[in-house]
């Protein structure tokens, strides 16, 4: 038995209205940070995009406007640049290996519980709190031989000839604040492989142990794909993150030893605001972005590969 | 027996371990702290002892009373708690909607924020100089509390969905039922149960904002709208790198982020745990 | 008045039809139960009766009125979860009342009413404690409690039982049944049990894959299924299915059927005899199941499946014995090719 039931002509708006307010109600929740992310970010973003096709040099009040691509064809004659892009690739992984690796280390450890695990706990992940000026500073200090400890020591277990400073040689100044950068950056992959390690469910593991798995073992094939996601998303933006991050490597060493620190953002700082020539620097900025996109895009589909399999 | 003596060794092994980590963690910041109460006649040659010979709170004093460190203090704290709020109320609103809703465009506006992360922030001072000179919010706490939240909100976002995740959706169906429109359960089921992980965001936001030094540096040019970070690099130039002042300032202005991040860490990660079991 | 119509309901989700032109009619005061297999539909019909879920086409009828478009907050009903969707930071008497508490009804109200659903569950000792100082069947006296209060004009229940062990599911289900007798409110129960179902439905609704099988009450169902899927689904031990070609079986001429493709005879409708030629089917015993008050055998005639017997009482017949079977005539099925039920 079927009720015919016509809608009339209000009844419909009313259905339609509703089904818009249904539609929109997400958009309703985002826009706050839509607007505010559109107006800030974005808008700037392209603004900044349109001076890379632009000449604007302070310096050189007279030769402003568009000038196409001249500055990128500047890119790839410019061998800073591409010091600094093996630079950057250098500064990002080692970074990224040595945090996200002692990262996981200390994570492991917190896992299980201890007596006093709530203080190490929160002790352990102050050096995100310092600000990168700050420590950078500070490690600075650490690393000068005449009024820091740390070339002393390094002489004294016999890493070096004598105590000097390493962020005066440029083969191995970048070692600095790569350092200085695994400390800051060790809390954050501790975090979140921390809370990915507590999602595990435990009986896996005590149905390994009855399978006779080892410790190995039973870290290799439940631990370690049950991390993977998160393992996947915090490397991507960390690494996105290091890569931008210049602030460490400029005020520990400027950019030098004879450019040998120097990565693509904290060129792109030099340019901008030493030689002020905003045009050039932006376009280092857009080459950056787009070498991060395409990083982002492969890990993505690797991830896509990889859940896949499992 | 040999199981028992490994397992006690493994056990060793580990606290010997944390240990390290924890020194790791902590000497870089214990060595500040040693500058800063370190007199000044002694802080170049006792640079490398581990113990200062002597202490004093003088770099204390001077900062305190003699700079304007204390407007900074009062600055930063301003709009890192101004950040920390807005922040928070933005991406609990952005990270309900990601956590619940399935629309169109919900991968689009996803990938919008993540592209945020990724560009330097250098590439838009220029941009953002001129919107902020044409609202007339160059050299204000607000423009910088502006600013700030629009950079915080992705992350701040990713944080608030994962702990959403973590709470069951029949909560908010049952008080859907039990009369509520959704707004309401929200308010007053939802709400309630993300205090953990709103605490946890806002500490990390006002970590983040705390810290940062660059836009303060750009947008912000009278004495008594900077910040800290930007009133520590005049120590570096007015007193041509007075390093146990300088220090002290760090020291001082450590206080409030460390604290506040100790506080909070724990729901960090209590919070992002929950969030990977339900989500 | 609050019967519920289904008129031609679907739904779908993006490309995946999840509900196929359902029409279904709930009296006034009945206790329908939906059940089937997991995946059939059966939650998100309860869901669409509910307005958390759309639908997608056909109407929803509540009495007169068409709720297609009603928020659920306006349908006037009340719902018990399967995780009991306590709020976890409220009290019991707090959990009980909320929904008065939105209403803003006074005080004196909130009272009265919480402490009558309190009373009738017996929940008044556990007024003041938060949800998680509660046991499972405590939460779940609580989750029906919230929806007594609201006093609805239609209950709905999703697989509530599910998350109990089984003595607390046969207490409480005995509670929802006087629940039923006590208030009288339509009910709409989900679940994928079928002794719930077959205990505590009016009517009971059979659906698989999105479809309705059959509608009826139990003892219809179960005396009279339609199918093969219905046959198998309801009643436990399950029914026997046996291939007509099967050498083991025996049949008289008169139960022959030529479109049988299928007999089904219940475990309860047959009674063990030697194993001769007058023996409708003969197999070997492979396993007993002594209970006390039924012994099973499992039968191994040279199908896939064990033929199942159920004699009420103790026998002694032992493992690896071979037995004949006879069926009670009158409670033979027959199934054609395509498995409806073919009624003699």
């Given at each position: 038995m079927t009720l015919?039931?016509?809608?009339?002509?209000?009844?419909?708006?009313?259905?339609?209205?509703k089904k818009l307010k249904w539609l929109l109600e997400p958009y309703l929740y985002l826009s706050p940070a839509i607007i505010l992310i559109t107006l800030v970010m974005l808008v700037p973003l392209v603004v900044g995009i349109?001076?890379?096709?632009?000449?604007?040099?302070?310096?050189?009040?007279?030769?402003?406007?568009?000038?196409?691509l001249a500055n990128f064809e500047k890119l790839f004659s410019d061998r800073l640049f591409w010091k600094a892009l093996t630079n950057t690739a250098w500064w990002t992984i080692g970074s990224l290996v040595f945090q996200f690796f002692l990262g996981l280390g200390l994570a492991l450890l917190l896992n299980k519980p201890f007596a006093g695990r709530g203080l190490v706990q929160g002790l352990v992940f102050l050096p995100w709190a310092v600000p990168a000026f700050l420590s950078g500073l500070n490690w600075a200090w650490l690393f000068?031989?005449?009024?820091?400890?740390?070339?002393?020591?390094?002489?004294?277990?016999?890493?070096?000839?004598e105590p000097t400073n390493i962020m005066a040689d440029p083969n191995v100044a970048m070692w600095g604040p790569i350092i200085a950068n695994v400390w800051f950056g060790i809390p954050f992959f501790a975090i979140t492989l921390l809370a990915a390690l507590q999602s595990i469910p435990k009986d896996l593991y005590e149905a390994a142990a009855i399978d006779g798995a080892s410790a190995w073992q039973s870290f290799a094939k439940i631990t370690i794909p049950f991390l993977a996601p998160t393992i996947a998303i915090t490397v991507m933006l960390r690494t996105i993150w290091i890569a931008n991050f210049a602030d460490l490597i400029y005020i520990m060493t400027g950019g030098g030893p004879a450019n040998s620190t120097h990565i693509i953002s904290s060129y792109i700082f030099t340019t901008a605001f030493r030689r002020l020539d905003f045009g050039y620097a932006s376009a280092i900025a857009i080459a950056l972005l787009v070498l991060l996109l395409a990083y982002a895009l492969l890990i993505m589909q690797m991830r896509k590969h990889l859940v896949k399999g499992i | 027996m040999p199981s028992k003596v490994n397992f006690t060794i493994a056990g060793a092994?580990?606290?010997?371990?944390?240990?390290?980590?924890?020194?790791?963690?902590?000497?870089?910041?214990?060595?500040l702290v040693k500058i800063a109460v370190t007199p000044d006649r002694l802080i170049y040659t006792e640079g490398t002892n581990i113990w200062p010979s002597a202490f004093t709170l003088d770099n204390f004093r001077s900062v305190l009373f003699l700079t304007d460190f204390l407007v900074y203090f009062k600055n930063s704290l301003i709009v890192s708690f101004g950040t920390a709020f807005f922040t928070t109320i933005i991406a609990t609103a952005a990270g309900y909607a990601f956590s619940r809703f399935h629309f169109r465009g919900k991968v689009v506006v996803i990938s919008v924020m993540l592209i945020t992360q990724m560009f330097p922030l250098l590439m838009i001072i220029a941009p953002i100089y001129k919107i902020m000179a044409g609202l007339h919010l160059l050299d204000s706490?607000?423009?910088?509390?502006?600013?700030?939240?629009?950079?915080?909100?992705?992350?701040?976002?990713?944080?608030?969905?994962?702990f959403f995740d973590g709470i069951p959706k029949d909560l908010e169906e049952a008080a859907m039922i039990d009369g509520c429109t959704r707004f309401q359960a929200l308010r007053r089921v939802i709400f309630p149960l993300t205090l953990p992980g709103l605490a946890a965001t806002l500490g990390f936001i006002f970590t983040a904002a705390w810290s940062e030094l660059l836009f303060a540096l750009m947008l912000i040019n009278s004495n008594e709208n900077m910040t800290f970070p930007v009133g520590l690099k005049t120590f570096v130039s007015k007193f041509a790198v007075d390093w146990g002042q300088m220090m002290a300032a760090g020291t001082l202005a450590l206080i409030p982020s460390c604290l506040f991040f100790i506080l909070i860490q724990r729901f960090l990660v209590q919070g992002l745990t929950a969030g990977a079991v339900k989500g | 008045m609050t019967e519920i119509q289904l008129n031609a309901v679907n739904k779908q989700f993006g490309n995946v039809q999840v509900l196929k032109d359902i029409n279904l009619n709930f009296k006034d005061g009945e206790?329908?139960?939906?059940?089937?297999?997991?995946?059939?539909?059966?939650?998100?019909?309860?869901?669409?009766?509910?307005?958390?879920?759309?639908?997608?086409?056909?109407?929803?009828?509540?009495?007169?009125?068409?709720?297609?478009?009603?928020?659920?907050r306006e349908r006037d009903i009340a719902m018990v979860f399967q995780s009991y969707a306590l709020y976890p930071h409220m009290s019991v008497e707090r959990n009980l009342g909320f929904s008065l508490e939105i209403r803003k009804r006074g005080a004196a109200e909130k009272q009265e009413k919480t402490a009558k659903a309190s009373g009738i569950l017996g929940l008044n000792q556990l007024l003041d404690r938060l949800p998680k100082a509660l046991s499972g069947g405590q939460r779940q006296r609580v989750a029906m409690g919230r929806a007594i209060v609201r006093d609805p004009k239609i209950f709905l229940f999703d697989e509530p039982l599910s998350n109990l062990d089984a003595s607390l599911r046969i207490e409480m289900r005995i509670e929802i049944a006087k629940l039923h007798h006590k208030l009288k409110t339509t009910m709409v129960y989900v679940t994928h049990d079928q002794v719930e179902a077959m205990t505590l439905a009016d009517r009971i609704v059979v659906m698989n894959a999105g479809r309705v099988e059959q509608v009826g009450t139990p003892l219809d169902l179960y005396s009279k299924p339609n199918n093969l899927f219905v046959a198998g689904f309801l009643g436990s031990p399950k029914m026997n299915f046996v291939d007509h070609t099967n050498k083991a079986l025996h049949l008289p001429k008169t139960s022959l059927h030529q479109d049988a493709k299928t007999y089904g005879i219940r475990p309860e409708h047959v009674s063990v005899a030697a194993a001769d030629k007058k023996a409708n089917l003969i197999g070997v015993v492979e396993v007993v199941e002594r209970l006390g008050s039924d012994t099973m055998f499992y039968l191994n005639y040279g199908s896939e499946n064990p033929f199942v017997v159920r004699v009420p009482g103790i026998d002694q017949t032992q493992v690896g014995e071979k037995i004949g079977v006879l069926f009670q005539q009158e409670n033979l099925h027959r199934f054609d090719q395509s498995g409806s039920a073919i009624i003699a």
């Open positions: 015919a039931l016509s809608p009339s002509p209000g009844k419909s708006r009313e259905k339609s209205l349109s001076y890379a096709f632009q000449s604007i040099s302070l310096l050189n009040p007279f030769q402003t406007g568009w000038v196409g000068n031989p005449i009024i820091g400890p740390i070339p002393h020591w390094l002489a004294a277990i016999g890493l070096m000839d | 092994l580990r606290y010997f371990a944390i240990a390290l980590y924890v020194l790791f963690a902590l000497f870089p910041i214990y060595w706490l607000v423009g910088l509390i502006i600013v700030y939240t629009a950079f915080n909100v992705p992350f701040a976002t990713f944080l608030m969905q994962s | 206790f329908v139960v939906l059940v089937g297999p997991s995946g059939c539909g059966k939650s998100t019909l309860l869901r669409m009766i509910a307005g958390l879920e759309t639908i997608t086409s056909g109407d929803l009828i509540f009495g007169e009125d068409r709720v297609n478009d009603l928020e659920p």
